[in-house]
C-alpha cells in the first residue's frame, strides 16, 4: 500500500466511479452519437451500405438541406410562437389555480383537486375528434390559437398538481401578516406566492416546455397548413409514403431538439432544486 | 371576512376551472359518450348501449393489449426505477464531471418520441444494426435476431427504448428527494459496506419516500399511457404482438374510424389509471384531513 | 423577461400582418400527401407553371405525409375550412367520402374539358358516382417483380412467366447465395401486394374484388388456396430474413448492394435507388399460376378531389382543369416518371422502362387498385395483420383466416 498511499480510499473509490459512469454514460449516448454520424451522410451512402457502415463522406448539406427545403427554419419559428405562449399560459392559470387550492379552505377544494389529478390521467388521443369540433366551432381551427389553447389548458393537469403540492409548503403566515398590511389577495398571490414559487415554476416549466415543444399529434390534428405547423409535424411531413430521406429526417430532428436541450441546460441548476422542494412535502 | 375570501377563491378558480372543462373535463366526458355509440367520425353517433365494451372483450388484440400494458408496467416499475434511483444515489455527490454526467443521463427525455424510434430502430435493425453487429463481434451470434420483427420479444425491444427515455426523468426526481437528506447521513451509508447498506434500506429509502410515491405516479401513468415508442417503432406490429391500449384505441379511432369502439378503450384505460392511481389519491386525501 | 415578452409581441404581430399582406392574392390551398422527393418537387413544379399562367392566383401547398393524411383527411373534410384541393386515392377510399356528401361534383369540369375522350374510359369508372364525376384521376403507376439484370445474366436467368420457372429461379438464386426475393414489410402493406397478386393468379380480378367487397368469406377454401402457394415460398426461405423488421425502403438495400435479386413493388422503387441501380433494375409481369385465369395487375392510381365545403371551388376547378391538360401532365409524369390519364401523351415521352410498363398493362385484361385502397380501411388493417401473422407462423393459417373473417364481417355489418 506504500506507494498508493497518496490517494486515499476514498479518492480510488471515486476514481473507480468515475470510470463506470463514464463508460455507462458513453453507452448511453450511442443512439445519439449514431444519430449525428447519420445527418453527416448522404442518402445513397446509407442506402447502399447500411445505417452503421463507415461514412463514405461527410457532409454538413443534409442539416443545410433541411433548414431550406425542409423549412425546419420557419417550422422552428413556429413551435416558439405556439410553445411559448402556452407556455405562460398554462404556468400563469395552473400557479392561479395552485394558490387557491393550497392557500384556501373551501368546499369542494379536494373535488376540485381531484378533477385536475384526474385530467392528468386521461389518455389524451381520444380528446382528438372533440377537441377539433371544438376548435372547428371557435373559429379557432387551423390557427395557432387551436393549438396554443389545447397545450394551455391540457397541460393545467400537471402543472395545478406540482405547484399546488409546491405552494402548500408555503407557511400560511406569511400571507395573514401581509393581510394584516391591507394587501389584496391577489398580490398576495403575485408578490407573495408567485415569486416564492419560482424554482418550482422553473421546474415545471422546463418539463413542459419539452412537452409542448415535441407534441406532434395535437399539431397533426388541429393544423393543416404548412406554414402553420410546429417543427414535429413539420418534420413528419418530410416522411414519404415510398421515399424518405433519412439523413435530411435526422439533421432536422437534431436542429429541432437544440432549443430543448438549451432549455434544459440553462434551467438545469432551478430543475432540480425545484423538484427538490416540489417533492419535500 | 370568511365567506369573502372563499368568493375570492372561486373568482380566481372560475377562469381556469372554465377552461379546463371546455377543453379537457368536457370531451372527456363526450368521448364517455361516445364509447356507447357507433360513430365514425363523420355522420352522426349512433347509440348502441354496450355493445363496444362487450366486443372489446372479445377481441383478442384489446386482450393482447391489455396484458402487454400490464407487461409494461411491471417492467417500468422495476428497471427504470432501481437504475434511476442507483444512478442518482451515485451521482448524488462531488464527483468530477457530475454535472455532465447527470445532462447525459437525462438527454433522452428532451428528444422527441419519433426521433428516439428512429434511432432505436437503427439500434435493433437485424443486418448491421448495433445490436445484432455488437452481439456478433463478441461471440454471442446465437442472441441475434430481428428485435422489433421477432412477436417473442418485439415488446421487451420497444420497453427497452422507453427505459432509456424515462430513466433520467426517474433519477431526478429521486436526486431532487436525496437533496432534501442531509449529505453526512448518505456519505456514511455509502462508505461503511454492509453495515452502508443497512443504512440505506432503513434510513435513506424511508427518507426518500415522498420522491418514491411521485416516481410511481409518474412511472404508473406513463407505462398506461405508453403510445409513442410503440407508435413510431412498429405500430403494434408485428399483427399486433407489441400493442398496448393507447395504440389500439388511436388505431381504431384515427386509423380505421371507429371513434366509439376507440371510445370505449379510452374508457377502460383511464379507469385502470385511475384504479392504480387510487391508493396515491388516498393518501392525499389522508393528509389533507390532517 | 419584459423584453423577451415585447420581442415575442413583435414576432406575433409580424407573422399575423405578414399573413395579412399575403391575402391581396386569390389563395388556393392545396393539400397533398406527396412528402416523397420527387413527386413533391414535380407538384412544386406543376403549382408554378400554374402560377405563372394565372398570376393573380397564390397557390399554397401543404404536405402531410401520406400515413398521417388519411387520418387527417377526415378532419379536415368536416371542418367548416377544409382546404380547396386534396390529393386521393380512386376507388373504394375515394367513393367512401362521396358517399357522406363531403366532397364536391366537378361533372361539370369532365364536360367542359372533354375528358371522357382524353382519359381512357376505365379510369371513368373509377370517378364517377351515379353518373356525376367527383374525382379527377391524374396519374397512375404498374406493379410488378423488379430485378437485378446483372445478377440475371451473372447465373443465366431468364424472367420467369410461369409460377414454375419463377420457383426455379429462386432457387438458383438461393443456391449461389443470393436472397431470392427482398422485401420489408414493417409497415404490411407490402406483404399485402403478394397476397393481392396471388390471388389475382389464383383467383382472377372478379373473384378478388368481391373479396373485397366482403361478399366472400377469407376462410374460403379458394382464398386458402392462396396461402400454400404463398407458403411454398416461405418454406423455402425465398423471402428475406427477418422482413418485418424493415421498411419498404430499407429492404431496397438489399437489392441495391447486390445481395438480393428481385422485389415485388410499384414502379416508384425507380426513386429509391441510386441512379446506377435503377440503371441495372428490369421488371417481369408477376408470374402466372393459373394460364385460364385472366391476367390482372395492380394499377393504383392517384388523383384530386376538391371538399364540398371548399372556399374557393371556382380556382380549385380551374386548378384540376390544369393538372388533367396535356402540360399539367407533362410536367408532372417526366419528373416522376409515373405515367399520366391523359391518352394525348405520346409514348415516347416516357421512359424505356416506363414504355414496356404501358405495354404490359395494356396487354392486362382486368386491373385492381392495391389491396388497402379495394377494401375498407379497418379491414385492411386486419387483414394486413393476418397476412404478417401467417409469414410469423404459417401453421396457423386456417385459425388466422378464421379469425380474419369474423373481424371483417363485424365491420362491413356494420
Known sequence: MGELAIFSKKQIGNAILFVLLLSFVIVWLLPVGGAILTALRSMDDLIANGFWSKPEVLTFDNFRESWSTGMVGRYLFNSFIVTIPALIGTLFLSALSGFVLAHYRFKGNIFIYLTFVGGMLIPYQILMIPVFQLSNFLNIYNTYWGLVMIHMVFQMGFCTFFLRNFMRTIPVELAEAARIDGCSEFRIFWQIYLPLSKPALAAVGTLEFTWIFNDYLWALVLIRNDSLKPVTAGLASLRGQFISSWTILVAGSLLASIPTLLVFIFLQRYFIEGLTMGSGK | ?290 | MKKSFLSLTLLILLVIGGSAFAETKDVLVVNSYMSDPVPKEALAELVKAFEEANPEIDVQVSTTAHEDFKKALRIWLSSDNPPDVITWFAGNRAKYFIDKGLILEITDVWQEENLDEKFPRAFRSISFVDDEAYFMPNNWYWWSVFYRKSIFEQYGLEEPATWEEFLQVCQTLQDNGVIPITIGTKFRWTAAAWFDYLNLRINGQEFHLRLMEGKVSYNDPRVKQVFTYWRQLLDRGYFLENAAAYSWQEGVRFLANGEAAMYLMGQFILDAVPAEVAADLDFFRFPVIDPTVPLAEDTPTDGYMIPRKAKNPELAKKFLKFLASKEGQLIFIEKTGRIGVNNQIPLDRYTPLTQKGVKMIEATDALAQFYDRDTLPSVADKGMNAFMEFWAYPDRIDLILDNLERESQLIFTE
Do not use: C
Open chain 2, 1 to 290: 371576512m370568511k365567506s369573502n375570501r372563499n368568493k375570492t377563491a372561486w373568482f380566481f378558480l372560475t377562469g381556469p376551472l372554465v377552461l379546463y372543462l371546455g377543453w379537457v373535463i368536457g370531451p372527456s366526458l363526450y368521448t364517455v359518450y361516445l364509447s356507447l355509440t357507433k360513430y365514425d367520425g363523420l355522420s352522426s353517433p349512433e347509440f348502441i348501449g354496450l355493445k363496444n365494451f362487450y366486443r372489446l372483450f372479445q377481441d383478442p388484440v384489446f386482450i393482447t393489449s391489455l396484458v402487454n400494458n400490464i407487461k409494461w408496467l411491471l417492467s417500468f416499475l422495476v428497471i427504470p426505477v432501481v437504475l434511476g434511483l442507483v444512478l442518482a444515489l451515485l451521482l448524488n455527490n462531488q464527483i468530477k464531471g457530475n454535472k455532465l454526467f447527470k445532462a447525459a443521463i437525462y438527454s433522452p427525455m428532451i428528444l422527441s418520441p419519433i426521433v428516439i424510434g428512429l434511432l432505436w430502430g437503427w439500434i435493433y435493425e437485424p443486418a448491421g444494426g448495433l445490436l445484432n453487429s455488437t452481439l456478433s463481434v463478441i461471440g454471442l451470434n446465437y442472441l441475434t435476431r430481428g428485435w422489433l420483427s421477432d412477436p417473442e420479444v418485439v415488446l421487451y425491444a420497444i420497453i427497452a427504448a422507453a427505459v432509456w427515455r424515462h430513466v433520467g426523468y426517474v433519477m431526478i426526481l429521486f436526486l431532487a428527494g436525496l437533496k432534501t437528506i442531509p449529505l453526512v447521513v448518505i456519505e456514511a451509508a455509502r462508505v461503511d459496506g454492509a453495515s452502508g447498506w443497512k443504512k440505506f434500506w432503513h434510513i435513506i429509502l424511508p427518507m426518500l419516500r415522498p420522491a418514491t410515491v411521485i416516481v410511481f405516479v409518474v412511472t404508473i401513468i406513463q407505462s398506461f399511457r405508453a403510445f409513442d415508442m410503440v407508435n413510431s417503432m412498429t405500430e403494434g406490429g408485428p399483427f399486433n404482438s407489441s400493442n398496448v391500449l393507447a395504440n389500439l384505441m388511436y388505431i381504431e379511432a384515427f386509423k380505421n374510424y371507429r371513434m366509439g369502439y376507440g371510445g370505449s378503450i379510452a374508457v377502460i384505460l383511464f379507469l385502470l389509471m385511475f384504479a392504480f392511481i387510487v391508493f396515491y389519491l388516498k393518501q392525499i386525501m389522508k393528509n389533507e384531513v390532517d
